[in-house]
């Protein structure tokens, strides 16, 4: 049984940084996509990142592009999004993703989530 675990959520004051991990475990992970989504009070989830087994090949949201990194350790499982010059607009529950097929929009495994909240 595939689980995903983030870690990493807090509190971060506008223009600050943090740094999200997500733990996988239950199977190996060759192959498959990661990614990071997000779900702020009252809208839809969003996609943010997303990241190639490879790593070679990133993808960003708009909104989050030059200030977010996607990464990650296949020998760990682990995959990370690095924030920096955070906006209160990015406060929201930010959710680990992964699929085995490639996705990158909609991914078949999803962790619980961690929470994000920046203040101006």
């Known amino acids: 049984q595939v689980q995903l675990v983030e870690s990493g959520g807090g509190l971060a004051q506008a223009g600050g940084s943090l740094r999200l991990s997500c733990a996988a475990s239950?199977?190996?992970?060759?192959?498959?996509?990661m990614g990071w989504f997000r779900q702020a009070p009252g809208k839809e989830r969003e996609f943010v990142a997303a990241?190639?087994?490879?790593?070679?090949?990133?993808y960003y949201t708009d909104s989050v592009k030059g200030r977010f990194t996607i990464s990650r350790d296949n020998a760990e499982n682990t995959v990370y999004l690095q924030m920096n010059s955070l906006v209160p607009e990015d406060t929201a529950d930010y959710y680990c993703?992964?699929?085995?097929?490639?996705?990158?929009?909609?991914?078949?495994?999803w962790g619980k989530g961690t929470l994000v909240t920046v203040s101006s």
């Open positions: 239950g199977r190996t992970f060759s192959g498959y996509t």
């Open positions: 993703a992964a699929d085995p097929g490639g996705r990158i929009y909609v991914m078949r495994y």
């Open positions: 990241i190639r087994w490879s790593g070679g090949a990133t």
